[in-house]
């Protein structure tokens, strides 16, 4: 079943469908070590892979199991990094989400409000119940994000990556639609 890719506007961003001219800062963020420190998987050191990693974008939307989309700022148009709707699931009716920033933005609140886009999308569009997500236990930028979405930390997979030689452990994080709704209405009236 085929999923188009959205394209996304919040205050400060757009998030839309990755094409071949974002293969130059796709591979850029790639490669840097420190962006993927708590990654499951080694930066990458062939530009292939970047390639590689957009027309894998194409196929989820063909498959029907997701959606990864580029973040730019909306100011300048800089490219700054991508978040992932995953692992689609219509009869359990649950997904998987990421996000990947460089550098530059850490700190700012863009995985929140790009991941929160991202979410809002999802639980509109699909018969969505439950969407996860992981992180390293090492990952606390990430860990603060997933807890301003409204995601619940349910459990520990323990040493369950192992990156050039070094074992670690992930977090798995929950969200409901339930809560989802919840915490939409509550900040639509103020309440926080």
């Not at 188009?4 to 850029?28: M, V």
């Not at 990947?100 to 409000?113: R, V």
Request: charged share 20%; glycine share 8%.
């Amino acid at each position: 079943m085929l999923l188009p890719t959205p394209t996304l506007h919040t205050a400060r961003l757009l998030l839309r469908p990755f094409t071949e001219a974002d293969t130059d800062a796709i591979f850029a963020l790639g490669s840097n070590p420190r962006v993927l420190r708590y990654w499951d998987a080694p930066p990458w050191h062939e530009y292939a892979q970047a390639e590689r990693f957009i027309a894998r974008c194409r196929q989820m939307a063909q498959e029907g199991s997701g959606a990864r989309l580029a973040i730019e700022r909306s100011a300048d148009g800089m490219f700054i990094g991508w978040c992932t709707f995953m692992n689609w699931d219509p009869t359990y009716r649950s997904a998987m989400l990421g996000y990947c920033l460089d550098e530059p933005a850490w700190g700012q609140g863009f995985a929140t409000e790009a991941a929160g886009a991202l979410l809002q999308w999802a639980f509109n569009t699909l018969d969505l119940n439950r969407v996860q997500s992981e992180a390293d236990t090492r990952n606390a930028a990430s860990d603060r994000v997933l807890h301003k979405l409204g995601f619940l930390r349910e459990g520990t997979l323990r040493e369950n990556c192992i990156v050039n030689g070094e074992v670690s452990d992930s977090w798995v994080y929950g969200l409901l639609r339930r809560e989802w709704e919840q915490r939409q209405s509550h900040h639509s009236i103020g309440v926080d």
